[in-house]
């Protein structure tokens, strides 16, 4: 059993166009993240949930927005599209402070 | 807030060779720390961890770290690489409350043959 998964694995879709990214945990954590990383492999935060609440909102523009159904899921969903999005996107989980499980990646090409 | 400098964005070392990746940390309170791998293509993968006791940890691979408190550091050595190696190294630090990991820019290591 994969412990975080992502889907989609890769991810191609045209400016303007909305797409979620859907993360799932099977590990009993309660925080989850997601993080960007660009061409240059800088990861850099976005948003982080401890049992389904929000707790760390980086600036993001409002176009991305993560939902918490539950503490075993968090999803990304993005509106609008735009070139620079393009980026492989992680999701990550935790428990205290014992290191992160991450997903193995979802790659987004925004043509 | 804690924060991580990698020193070193590119290191190419040949294969069998001693390799050295340098990481330093900055964080007024107790720190945990973390180096992470990931492969061509793939996601992060946990090295190893200092959480407390030995400041010389283990972890997969061969790889082991030390960690300095003395001069914030915890930088990550393998006596022997393989060709295998070559993959990006990241640093990572949190505090014990571990709301937050704050990850360096990241060491691309390169195996030469």
């Known amino acids: 059993d994969t412990a975080v998964s992502q889907t989609p694995k890769y991810l191609v879709t045209q400016m303007g166009n909305d797409k979620s990214i859907k993360c799932e945990q099977n590990l009993g954590h309660d925080t989850m993240y997601w993080y960007k990383q660009d061409s240059k492999k800088f990861l850099k935060i976005m948003f982080s949930?401890?049992?389904?609440?929000?707790?760390i909102n980086e600036t993001v523009p409002n176009r991305f927005s993560p939902k918490s159904p539950d503490k075993a899921h968090l999803n990304l969903h993005i509106n609008s599209l735009e070139l620079g999005d393009s980026a492989v996107y992680f999701c990550?989980?935790?428990?205290?402070?014992?290191?992160?499980?991450f997903g193995s990646g979802t790659r987004l090409t925004v043509v | 807030a804690q924060s991580v400098t990698q020193l070193d964005s590119q290191v190419p070392v040949f294969e069998e060779a001693p390799v050295e990746l340098r990481c330093n940390y900055s964080?007024?309170?107790?720190?945990?720390l973390f180096w992470y791998v990931q492969y061509p293509n793939q996601g992060l993968q946990l090295l190893l961890k200092y959480l407390s006791g030995s400041t010389l940890v283990k972890g997969i691979n061969g790889f082991e770290a030390e960690f300095n408190k003395s001069q914030t550091s915890f930088h990550l050595r393998k006596p022997s690489v393989h060709i295998s190696d070559t993959a990006e190294y990241f640093c990572a630090v949190t505090s014990n409350t571990g709301n937050q990991f704050y990850f360096g820019t990241g060491t691309s290591l390169t195996v030469i043959p």
């Open positions: 949930y401890n049992n389904k609440e929000l707790i």
């Open positions: 990550a989980s935790s428990q205290g402070a014992a290191g992160y499980t």
């Open positions: 964080s007024s309170v107790s720190v945990y």
